[in-house]
Structure formats: structure tokens, C-alpha cells
């Protein structure tokens, strides 16, 4: 018997499913990416790109940064990402995952609790996995049930650091984390307020800076501004007080062991921040696309007006749910289906997101196809 047979039976269980994972090309009207303001082709970007290469700026960076990959370039975001984003300071990672993992893996201390919105990435749950601090998981969106959690922990004798992880919108439901009152209840506690941006970057704030904008450069707010989504490029930004950045430098083994991401995609990062802080006119564009989205797709479909570009539509079964999304691939629409673990379970769902790679025309030709795919797979 193959040494693999194991994996074989696993995915055929998958298979039986309709959990089971394959790539697909990039085919059809966009509405599943991230790149809501179009900015991953911007040619400002990649001009940027183009001359730092002409003048001599490597592809790689030939180590970790603690070794011999730390570039000017590394060095030169961050000055500009902590000024641009009203932070201390600013340290940037690979990945949105390895930046959220290595944070709450290495900040909280042991004796210290983190209390997760339940529906957070699952880059905080594998940060919370490693961590040696307490952690659970509050009702998603419930403020109340945040604080109720930290007060259990206090009653029960807890003295650390409690630490508040949620993301500003979030990424399969599209609402929006009640912040500020977040962030009283980190003020009463003592504690700190851990906001994912990963999908409020670039699409909202002033200049693109995020919802936790109003609270950034605050000595008990940490944020991750990922860079491949709105800012069309790759990477994540943490920002908040130097000394955050300074421990994840000595103890995040997610940076230390880690080769460093590419100077070019520094240059390139640096240059998404000059492109969100001037794009008024994209997100106003964008705004357009989610009013028009409420009004000709949602509404005859039952489903709330949207706060932000993210329009779940939950169908519950993951076999429904990937029939409609292979129908609507079929004709010629880029919908794809999300299925547990990803989402909880009995809440598989098409993801539409609203992007500037689409027109409100797109959007209404979608329409039809999209209740004839739910029609057809009932």
C-alpha cells in the first residue's frame, strides 16, 4: 500500500463533501478578488517597479532581515507607512497570514488573554494556536460579549494583558467591527486593541488609511494593514508603538526565520501608498458600485444593502452553493464558492466582492444568471 494512501482517502472524503479544494484559472468578469480599487494592474505601480529595477534595486533579498535582507528600500516603507498611517512605527512582513500569526503567536505574554471575534481570519486562530497566553473566542460583532469575557478572566484572577483581536471588515461577511467601543473597553481594562485592516485599507478612512485611522499612533492599538488586497500589491504593514516593533524583531519567529520580501515589492508597496492616499475618485467609484449593488442585486434577493465591497450570499449547503458557482463560471462570471472550515458550518456561500475590474453593466448582467443558478440549484 502507497505510504499515501491515507491522503488519498482524505481527499476522496473532501470530494464527497464538496470541500474539496482544486486552483482555478483567472477566468470571467471579476467578482472574486480583492483588488477592489483595480490598483493591482496600476500602471503607477509598476512604473515604480520598472525603475527601481533600472537602477539596480535586486528581485531578492538574500536573507532574512537580520541577516543581509534588510534593504533600503524595507527600511524606507516603513518610515513612510508609519508617517502615512499616523504610527510610531511600522514593520513589514511577507504575508497578511505570517504578519497576523507571528503578532499574536509573540505579543501576548503568558498570563495575558486574547479575546477573538469569533469570525476572525484564520491567520489569528494559528497565532493563537502558538501563543502561551489564554485565549477564546466572543460572539462575532458583540462588543458586550468582549468585555463580559475579559471581566470572567478578571473575576477569576486573571492580572495580565487582555488583547482584543478583530478585523475591521470582515473578509466572508462584509460588516463592519464596532471600534470604538472596542477600544473604550481596552481603554477600561488595560489592554490592547488588535484591528486587521486587511479588507478596510484603501477602501475606507481618509486617503485610504483604514477604519482604526481615528486611533492609530494610540500606545495601546497594534494594526495590520495587508498590502495585497486594496493596495494591489503583496505583503502587510504592522504599525503601532516602537516598541511592538522592536519585540516582534528580537521574538516573532515568523519575521527572524523568514527570508525577506523582495525590495521590489517594498518599492512597489511605497508606491500603493502614494496611489490610496490620492484615490478619492476610486473609492468614490467603488462606493457607486455598492449602492447599485444593494439596490439591482440585493434587494430582490432579500439580502441587506452592503457596508463595504463584500456581498455574502449564504446558501447554507456547500453542494448548492458550489453547483451555483460553477454555473455562474460557466457563464462567465468569476463567483467562487466558500465552504467550511473557512466559513462556519451550514454558512457556505458565494462571495461577490465589488471591484473596480467590473461595471455597475457587469453587475446587472450578473443578475439574472445569478437567480437562475440559485433557480436551477434549489
Known amino acids: 500500500m502507497s505510504p499515501l494512501a491515507s491522503l488519498s482517502r482524505r481527499l476522496s472524503a473532501l470530494e464527497g463533501r464538496s470541500r474539496r479544494r482544486v486552483l482555478s484559472a483567472r477566468e470571467g ?26 537602477r539596480g ?25 508609519a508617517r502615512f498611517f499616523g504610527a ?25 488573554l486574547i479575546v477573538a471575534d469569533d469570525l476572525i481570519h484564520a491567520s ?24 463580559d469575557a475579559i471581566v470572567q478572566w478578571r473575576s477569576g484572577g486573571g492580572k495580565g494583558t487582555p488583547w482584543i483581536a478583530v478585523e475591521s471588515v470582515y473578509s466572508m461577511d462584509g460588516d463592519i467591527a464596532p471600534l470604538a467601543e472596542l477600544l473604550a473597553i481596552a481603554d477600561r481594562h488595560e489592554g490592547v ?17 483604514g477604519l482604526a485611522a481615528p486611533f492609530e499612533g494610540r500606545e495601546n492599538v497594534i494594526v495590520l494593514h495587508t498590502c495585497g488586497k486594496a493596495m494591489g500589491t503583496e505583503g502587510a ?44 475618485d476610486l473609492r468614490a467609484d467603488l462606493d457607486v458600485l455598492r449602492v447599485h449593488a444593494g ?5 430582490p434577493l432579500g439580502l441587506p444593502e452592503p ?48 471591484t473596480l475590474n467590473a461595471t455597475a453593466a457587469d453587475i446587472d448582467a450578473l443578475v439574472p444568471v445569478l437567480q437562475q443558478a440559485l433557480e436551477a440549484n434549489p
Open 124 to 147: 489569528v486562530h494559528e497565532g493563537m494556536r502558538l501563543t502561551r497566553a489564554a485565549h477564546v473566542l466572543a460572539k462575532h460583532g458583540d462588543a458586550a460579549a468582549v468585555e
Open 29 to 54: 468578469v471579476d467578482f472574486a478578488s480583492n483588488d477592489y480599487l483595480g490598483l493591482a494592474s496600476d500602471p503607477a505601480i509598476a512604473i515604480a517597479i520598472a525603475e527601481a529595477a533600472a
Open 295 to 299: 439596490r439591482v442585486l440585493c434587494a
Open 307 to 354: 457596508v463595504s465591497p463584500i456581498v455574502p450570499i449564504i446558501l447554507g449547503s456547500d453542494k448548492r452553493t458550489m453547483a451555483a458557482a460553477a454555473a455562474l463560471q460557466a457563464a462567465g462570471f468569476d463567483i467562487r464558492g466558500i465552504r467550511p472550515p473557512t466559513v462556519p458550518s451550514g454558512t457556505a456561500r458565494l462571495r461577490v466582492t465589488l
Open 88 to 112: 510610531e512605527a511600522a514593520l513589514f512582513f511577507g504575508s497578511g497570514f505570517s504578519a497576523n500569526a507571528a503578532l499574536l503567536a509573540t505579543l501576548p505574554q503568558p498570563g495575558d
Open 57 to 81: 534595486v535586486p528581485a531578492g533579498s538574500g536573507g532574512s532581515r537580520l541577516l543581509r535582507g534588510n534593504a533600503p528600500e524595507h527600511e524606507a516603507l516603513e518610515e513612510k507607512a
Open 237 to 280: 504593514l504592522i504599525t503601532g508603538p516602537a516598541i511592538v516593533k522592536d519585540y516582534l524583531v528580537n521574538k516573532a519567529r515568523g519575521f527572524i526565520f523568514s527570508t525577506s520580501p523582495s525590495p521590489l515589492i517594498a518599492v512597489a508597496v511605497s508606491a500603493a501608498i502614494d496611489r490610496i492616499e490620492q484615490a478619492d
Open 193 to 209: 486593541l488588535v484591528v486587521d485592516e486587511a479588507h478596510g485599507t484603501g477602501v475606507f478612512g481618509p486617503g485610504g488609511r
